[in-house]
């Protein structure tokens, strides 16, 4: 496989994949946070996307495209959101990357393209959920959103379902690729503190329930075992399993944040 950008998706996808797949080329490099509003920044992502298609054509490879199922594509829907729904971006983000998703479908290039949720795993960047969420508890205080819940999906899911998906050649298809179990944010600080055996005073903002469900019906179609034996997954507790998939996430990667809020701390300035 060959990747581009060598972040927190190109640097799993690296560890996964190495020299499997050589027909493939992943784009994991652009606007990383749903939150960023510098036309530079996406402009820097849309040049990129389009030299990627041309060599792509040119060489004949697959492209490997990410977008996003969260709120910034699919707002607040009443149910799981399909694929196929009609969409509305609520944002910048979204409209940015509904927009890349169309230039890749009329390139005439192979290609999958995958909507992902919010990604959990080692070489995560401190600006992402659970980072932050773990070095506001520790520095003692959080800001929670009432309401606010997210869609935590472990990294080991989305190579799991990257793999499935290339080995059995998917293609010109755009699937969702989430949890299915959106977590109160609320919810998580407490799973947090916990773990770490400390309190952090709460600053809460009043709002109404905010949820974003993407549906991973289309994808589990194609890989039965998404989400439930995959990629060092332990299966989910039938019971409670969005609270059993938050507790796989927190076993595997509270460490990681733990030493990466610590690694902060010690710059100078801080």
Same mark, same amino acid.
């Given at each position: 496989m060959r990747i581009i950008g060598d972040g927190f998706l190109g640097r799993n996808l690296a560890t996964a994949f190495g020299d499997r797949f050589p027909e493939v080329t992943a784009l994991a490099s652009g606007v990383s946070s749903t939150s960023t509003t510098t036309s530079a920044e996406y402009d820097r992502e849309a040049q990129l996307l389009y030299g990627v298609l041309e060599e792509c054509l040119r060489e004949r490879r697959r492209l490997l495209f990410f977008s996003t199922a969260s709120f910034a594509m699919y707002g607040f829907p009443e149910g799981a959101a399909a694929e196929s729904d009609p969409v509305r971006p609520p944002n910048v983000y979204g409209r940015h990357k509904l927009a890349l998703e169309s230039v890749v479908r009329a390139s005439g290039v192979d290609h999958l393209i995958l909507r992902l949720s919010h990604v959990v795993g080692l070489h995560q960047r401190p600006h992402q959920l659970l980072p932050t969420l773990v070095r506001h508890v520790l520095a003692g205080e959080v800001t929670v959103h009432q309401g606010?819940?997210? $869609?935590?999906? $472990?990294?080991? $899911?989305?190579?799991?379902?990257v793999g499935e998906l290339l080995a059995h050649g998917v293609s010109r298809e755009v699937l969702n690729v989430a949890s299915g179990h959106p977590q109160p944010v609320e919810s998580v600080v407490t799973a947090i503190e916990r773990r770490l055996g400390v309190t952090a005073h709460r600053r809460t903002r009043p709002g109404a329930p905010a949820v974003t469900r993407a549906s991973v019906r289309r994808l589990r179609g194609l890989v039965p075992d998404f989400c439930s034996t995959g990629a060092g997954a332990t299966g989910l507790d039938p019971a409670d399993p969005q609270q059993a998939y938050l507790e796989r996430l927190l076993d595997a990667y509270l460490p990681y944040c733990t030493a990466l809020s610590g690694d902060l701390a010690a710059l100078p300035g801080r």
């Amino acid at each position: 496989m060959r990747i581009i950008g060598d972040g927190f998706l190109g640097r799993n996808l690296a560890t996964a994949f190495g020299d499997r797949f050589p027909e493939v080329t992943a784009l994991a490099s652009g606007v990383s946070s749903t939150s960023t509003t510098t036309s530079a920044e996406y402009d820097r992502e849309a040049q990129l996307l389009y030299g990627v298609l041309e060599e792509c054509l040119r060489e004949r490879r697959r492209l490997l495209f990410f977008s996003t199922a969260s709120f910034a594509m699919y707002g607040f829907p009443e149910g799981a959101a399909a694929e196929s729904d009609p969409v509305r971006p609520p944002n910048v983000y979204g409209r940015h990357k509904l927009a890349l998703e169309s230039v890749v479908r009329a390139s005439g290039v192979d290609h999958l393209i995958l909507r992902l949720s919010h990604v959990v795993g080692l070489h995560q960047r401190p600006h992402q959920l659970l980072p932050t969420l773990v070095r506001h508890v520790l520095a003692g205080e959080v800001t929670v959103h009432q309401g606010a819940h997210r $869609d935590l999906l $472990d990294v080991r $899911d989305l190579l799991h379902a990257v793999g499935e998906l290339l080995a059995h050649g998917v293609s010109r298809e755009v699937l969702n690729v989430a949890s299915g179990h959106p977590q109160p944010v609320e919810s998580v600080v407490t799973a947090i503190e916990r773990r770490l055996g400390v309190t952090a005073h709460r600053r809460t903002r009043p709002g109404a329930p905010a949820v974003t469900r993407a549906s991973v019906r289309r994808l589990r179609g194609l890989v039965p075992d998404f989400c439930s034996t995959g990629a060092g997954a332990t299966g989910l507790d039938p019971a409670d399993p969005q609270q059993a998939y938050l507790e796989r996430l927190l076993d595997a990667y509270l460490p990681y944040c733990t030493a990466l809020s610590g690694d902060l701390a010690a710059l100078p300035g801080r």
